[in-house]
């Protein structure tokens, strides 16, 4: 059956594809977005730990579901085929709203130095390194656009290392919790510079929705008072509410269909019936996060592009990065525990960069409270994971005890990869991503000494004993997955171009995390939206003028 | 958290269980009994209870016998960890030959401490030879252990966790009225 044909797709109901969706039904595009997943609710899980995106051991709360979902993940030697609630799938959710239904939503804007890692640190070996196409002064008005659209709340106060800014942010930071506090104080005797976590959350009624009431559950959960701001509750409304876009939920996006001139002519896609559809646009957007954006373009080969779409020089789905996660843990002789969520509220600048040889660093903040069966996963090494002893430590410490990571910035790699299964398929036939590589042994090297500076920030505020924890040196990816269709102005190295436009199909685009060239130091969602905005108001921009009708 | 699937080896042995459950449900002059278990035989039931109860044992808190931890394991299994009822299945009986092979006793005359040493030895995988595949011990007890955690320190909605005992040991607050209970 044929769908009327519209000007535009957008494939992901995301951190990115919800903006560019607003973008582009306000300047009045036609639009149909697609998400795999559905509308959900908070009522729908409540405040369930064991579904929850952190320990989603009995099913991934927002999406997508274990019945018809798979990936298959390098483990040491060999190809095991994982489930979406098992860690290994690296899962960020599906759902209107994507990870930013249910996120921390930390909102951290990149530094100017992130933009031009390949200058300041030179070639590394093993690395492919480079700078962006586009400086952080080419993103800051859309950073900007983000904190009041989405809606921000920060301080860079007492933070000599904050990017500079032409505009506050519109709402003002939740005062520190009794960990916050506590490290406030320790930071400042040890010459750091402490401020507040900057987070798309709502600290004061905001855009018609309440504030932040700090319960104990919100990372890894959607926001029981509707204060944590995502797509779904901002930039997605704004799109239907124009008359331009048509959400379709539960809908599978198969493959991108191109024609004889090598241009995309639509999207082939299953329906919530599972029946074949195929939507027609002048342009596609792909907007389905740094796995399955390069999936749908590996899946999309046909006889022009035999590899699959934008992959000439066999860049689709390399340099695949999250972040290096580390950090120390310390316990406390006294109780540090008020219950006041989200907890994470404190952080600090000081080795992002500059630190005496090595590559970049990494952000320090304090953790979000830590839910009872997340917490028996944090132990000093060689405690005992069960008996008496157990639950000794789970009773003693829960109170007193208080985690400072980092996201380290990690070096992209050529064999840091998605592809696609040349076997296992998932429910639809489609043939599922495939995961693998490793993480650049330097990364190891920089979460040693991230480690090192959370411990010494511990010890500073009084923890009576502590313990690091350094990052893996396995497949990298996660939460914060990107890189995989590096933008570039060198079609050679690169998968597209500053805008998001796909090199050699200029009526495609990718829009997500998989553009970035490298991840920052930092939770990568800001500059995810921005770079959509930015992307967004290109193509609106080239719309105008050609309507992508060559 | 494992993962991969593995196939059951020892199909002859679900075949028994479900005739067991057949005979649960035509017992005496064919009155139908309700079961309580859903995924376990009403043995295998009073072992993973029994281990529950090792793993998180009570002391000035109730442990994972109270908790109702066997409650949350059997409905998972029926449910989102279908996947890994083979495994209960097989590792259990193995478990039990263990007890046998180690102490000439079943498992249940063991003490307490003879079946925490028990679980230790299968943590380590230092089990006597011939009962357990090669790994199999480590793994399969890596799965109850984590499993048993899961229910006790999971919420009640799930089946275990019974009266939030272990928010209640947490000095966690349930449910969280936002704005009473914080301390902010």
Not at chain 1, 134 to 152: A, H, M, Q, R, T
Not at chain 1, 308 to 325: I, K, T
Not at chain 1, 480 to 488: L, N, S, Y
Not at chain 2, 170 to 184: C, H, K
Request: with cysteine.
């Amino acid at each position: 059956m044929a769908l009327p044909r519209v000007n535009a797709i957008v494939v992901g109901a995301g951190a990115a594809g919800g903006v560019v969706a607003k973008e582009l039904a306000t300047a009045g595009l036609s639009v149909v977005l697609l998400e795999r997943g559905r509308w959900q609710s908070f009522q729908d899980h409540d405040h369930d730990e064991l579904t929850s995106q952190r320990t989603s051991v009995l099913g991934s709360a927002f999406g997508p579901d274990d019945r018809r979902w798979r990936r298959v993940v390098r483990q040491g030697e060999r190809w095991v085929q994982v489930l979406p609630s098992e860690s290994a799938y690296q899962n960020n959710a599906a759902c209107v709203g994507g990870g930013t239904f249910s996120y921390g939503a930390m909102a951290w804007r990149f530094m100017p130095q992130d933009f031009r890692l390949r200058t300041l640190y030179g070639d590394i070996p093993g690395s492919t390194l480079a700078d962006w196409p586009i400086s952080y002064d080419d993103l800051e008005p859309y950073y900007e656009k983000v904190e009041w659209e989405i809606g921000v709340s920060g301080s860079d106060e007492g933070n000599p290392f904050a990017p500079p800014r032409k505009r506050e942010r519109p709402m003002p930071p939740k005062p520190y919790t009794a960990e916050g506090r506590l490290l406030y104080a320790a930071g400042l005797r040890l010459g750091l510079h402490p401020f507040p976590i900057p987070m798309l959350r709502n600290t004061v009624p905001y855009a018609g929705r309440q504030a932040c009431v700090s319960c104990r559950y919100c990372v890894g959960f959607a926001c029981e008072v509707g204060a944590k701001c995502g797509t779904h509750n901002t930039v997605i409304p704004v799109a239907l509410a124009s008359g331009n876009c048509e959400l379709r939920t539960g809908c599978v996006a198969a493959r991108v269909v191109t024609d004889q001139r090598g241009r995309a002519t639509g999207v082939e896609y299953f329906d919530p019936e599972d029946r074949s559809q195929f939507q027609a646009a002048d342009l596609v957007v792909l907007s389905a996060s740094a796995t399955e954006t390069p999936r749908l373009m590996l899946n999309s080969k046909c006889k022009l592009f035999p590899a699959g779409l934008g992959n000439r020089n066999d860049w689709v789905g390399r340099n695949l990065q999250g972040h290096a996660y580390c950090g120390a843990y310390g316990l406390f002789e006294r109780e540090l525990y008020d219950d006041v969520g989200p907890g994470a509220c404190i952080s600090s600048m000081d080795f992002n960069h500059g630190n005496p040889g090595h590559i970049g660093g990494g952000i320090l903040v304090n953790e979000f409270i830590r839910l009872p069966y997340l917490f028996t996963g944090i132990r000093p090494p060689g405690a005992a994971r069960w008996g008496l002893e157990h639950k000794q430590f789970q009773r003693d410490w829960y109170k007193r005890s208080m985690g400072v990571k980092s996201a380290v910035q990690e070096l992209p790699t050529f064999e840091s990869r998605v592809e696609v299964d040349p076997e296992v398929k998932d429910y639809w036939g489609l043939p599922v991503a495939r995961i693998s590589g490793a993480r650049h042994p330097r990364d190891r090297e920089t979460g040693d000494f991230m480690t090192r500076q959370a411990e010494r920030w511990l010890l500073e505020a009084g923890a009576i004993r502590t313990w690091r924890s350094l990052p893996g040196l396995g497949v990298s990816g996660g939460q914060h997955q990107a890189g995989t269709c590096r933008m570039g102005a060198d079609p050679a190295t690169s998968v597209v171009n500053q805008y998001g436009q796909v090199h050699d199909i200029d009526n495609l685009f990718v829009v997500d995390g998989s553009t970035q060239v490298n991840n920052g130091g930092f939770n990568p969602v800001l500059t995810i939206m921005a770079v959509a905005y930015r992307s967004a108001e290109y193509i609106a921009r080239q719309w105008n003028g050609t309507r992508f009708r060559s | 958290m494992r993962s991969g699937e593995k196939i059951a080896r020892r199909t002859f042995f679900r075949v028994s269980a479900v005739a067991a459950a057949a005979a649960g449900v035509f017992g005496s002059g064919c009155l139908v009994e309700r079961r309580r278990w859903r995924a376990f035989s009403e043995a295998e039931a009073r072992l993973v209870d029994d281990i529950s109860e090792r793993i998180i044992p009570s002391d000035s808190d109730p442990g994972g016998r109270f908790a109702g931890v066997v409650d949350f394991i059997d409905r998972q299994l029926d449910g989102p960890y279908e996947r890994y009822a083979a495994s209960y299945h097989d590792g259990l009986p193995r478990l039990a030959r263990t007890a046998e092979a180690v102490h000439s006793a079943p498992w249940e005359k063991l003490s307490d401490w003879q079946q925490t040493e028990l679980l230790a030895r299968l943590e380590k995988g230092d089990v006597p030879e011939g009962i357990w595949e090669q790994g199999q011990a480590r793994e399969f007890f890596a799965l109850l252990c984590e499993h048993c955690l899961q229910g006790y320190y999971g919420p009640p909605r799930h089946g275990g966790n019974r009266d939030y005992v272990s928010y209640r040991m947490l000095g966690l607050d349930y449910p969280q009225i936002v704005g009473r209970n914080q301390r902010a």
